[in-house]
C-alpha cells in the first residue's frame, strides 16, 4: 500500500524522547516505532546508515496509545516525522529519508543497478510471503511451526515457494558479485529484507535446528555480510532473548499481542 505524507500531530504530553543532536540542516525527525518490528527496522536501519539524528518515540502495540492514532490513523509502525510532517508504509519511508537526507545515499549511482533494485524490491513482498509460509507450515501467517522439516514441520509447497525466492535473492548476490545484493555498497533493497530474513535465519536454526538456506550459499554470504554492519546488531534484539520469546509464543508477532521491546524482547510478567 502506498504510503502518505501528511503534517504530524502533536504527542500526549509527557512522552519522552531519545536525546538528539541537531541535524546540520536544522530537520527535525521524529521516529515512531517498535523495536521487534521488522517493518520497523527497514527504517530504523536507514537511519542509522545515512546517520541521521533522529528522536525515537516507543509505540506499545499491544497496547497502543490514544494519542498515535493522530500520528499514524491505522495505528501501524513506523511512522517518520520529518519537520511535521508524517510518511508512513516502511519502504516509502525508506526512499524518502533516501531522497532528503543525501549522506550514505542507498540508491545505486549507475542506472542498470538502480533498475535492477527497484525490480527486486518489487518482488520483496512475495519473497517475505513465501518466508512467513515457510515458517508458519500450517498455521497462522506470522506463526511459527516448531518441528523440524525432518519432523513433518512446513509442507512441501511451502517449502518449494521458498526455495524460488532464495533462488531470486541468490541470483542477485551472483548477478551483482556481491557482497551486497546490488553489488559493493549496501542499497535501499538490502534494507527492506534483511530485517525479515534475519528472522526466518533465527527460527530455522535456532528453533527448528536446521541449517538456513542450505542451497543458497551466496544468500548465507550475504546475511553473514549483513550482521557485520553495526546497524544491524544495534537495530536487532538480543538473539538468546529474542529466541526466548519466539519458542513461547510460537509467534514472530508476538509483541503485537504483548509488551515487549527492542531492549528487552521477552515480556515481563513472563519472565
Known amino acids: 500500500m502506498a504510503g502518505s505524507i501528511r503534517p504530524a500531530a502533536r504527542s500526549a504530553a509527557g512522552v519522552s524522547h531519545e536525546a538528539e543532536e541537531e541535524q546540520a540542516d536544522g530537520s527535525e525527525v521524529i521516529f515512531y516505532t517498535h523495536g521487534l518490528c521488522p517493518y520497523a527496522q527497514r527504517v530504523a536501519l536507514t537511519l542509522e546508515e545515512k546517520g541521521v539524528n533522529y528522536k525515537s518515540e516507543h509505540i506499545d502495540l499491544s497496547n497502543k496509545p490514544s494519542w498515535y492514532f493522530s500520528v499514524n490513523p491505522r495505528g501501524l509502525v513506523p511512522a517518520v516525522a520529518v519537520n511535521g510532517q508524517v510518511v508512513t508504509e516502511s519502504t516509502d519511508i525508506c526512499r524518502f529519508l533516501d531522497q532528503n537526507f543525501p549522506s550514505g545515499p542507498l540508491v545505486p549511482s549507475d542506472a542498470e543497478s538502480s533498475t535492477a533494485m527497484n525490480s527486486l524490491m518489487g518482488k520483496a513482498d512475495s519473497i517475505i510471503h513465501a518466508g512467513l509460509t515457510m515458517v508458519a507450515g500450517s498455521n497462522r501467517m506470522w506463526a511459527i511451526d516448531t518441528n523440524s522439516i525432518r519432523k513433518g514441520g512446513g509442507n512441501a509447497r511451502a517449502q518449494a515457494e521458498w526455495g524460488r525466492a532464495l ?31 534475519a528472522r526466518f535465519q533465527l527460527v530455522v536454526e535456532g528453533i527448528r535446528g536446521e541449517i538456513f538456506a542450505p542451497d543458497h550459499p551466496l544468500v548465507s554470504q550475504w546475511l553473514a555480510t549483513m550482521w557485520q554492519r553495526p546497524s544491524a546488531r544495534r537495530t536487532f534484539p538480543d538473539k538468546e532473548r529474542f529466541l526466548l520469546a519466539l519458542k513461547q509464543y510460537a509467534s514472530l508477532d508476538y509483541f503485537d499481542f504483548h509488551s515487549a521491546s527492542l531492549e528487552d524482547p521477552v515480556p515481563k510478567y513472563w519472565v
Open 167 to 197: 533462488d531470486l535473492v541468490e541470483e542477485a548476490v551472483r548477478q551483482s558479485q556481491g557482497p551486497f545484493l546490488m553489488g559493493e555498497n549496501l542499497s535501499l533493497v538490502d534494507v527492506v529484507l534483511f530485517p525479515f530474513l
